[in-house]
């Protein structure tokens, strides 16, 4: 099972960054993906989570109203549109797989990509 991240960058505050998750696993369709993120010095918290079918978001409060995650099962990818980006959104970013309904601990998630870095200046 392999996951890749990508798309970050350095962006200025109140730009936007569109990350993606490539899977490279035949069962993608049938597990639930997260998006977490890790600033320096903080412990991996959680972003948001999408339901194998698509059907179903969850957001931390931190992100909610500003980011969208969405997937495509016939390309193996997720993705999180991220909107009126700010400074505290600097992280690493990290895509995830579970069989588990979406959960919003990180240690419920077997399946890690690389992580991608996400800048935001001021």
């Known amino acids: 099972v392999q996951l890749q991240a990508s798309g970050g960058g350095l962006v200025q505050a109140g730009g936007s960054l569109r990350l993606s998750c490539a899977a490279s696993?035949?069962?993608?369709?049938?597990?639930?993906m997260g998006w977490f993120r890790q600033a320096p010095g903080k412990e991996r918290e959680f972003v948001s989570a999408?339901?194998?079918?698509?059907?179903?978001?969850s957001y931390s409060d931190s992100v909610k109203g500003r980011f969208t995650v969405s997937r495509d099962n016939a390309k193996n990818t997720v993705t999180l549109q991220m909107n009126s980006l700010q400074p505290e959104d600097t992280a690493v970013y990290y895509c995830a797989a579970s069989a588990l309904s979406m959960p919003r601990f990180a240690g419920m998630y077997p399946y890690w990509g690389q992580g991608t870095q996400v800048t935001v200046s001021s």
């Open positions: 696993l035949r069962t993608f369709s049938n597990l639930n």
């Open positions: 999408i339901s194998w079918s698509g059907d179903t978001t």
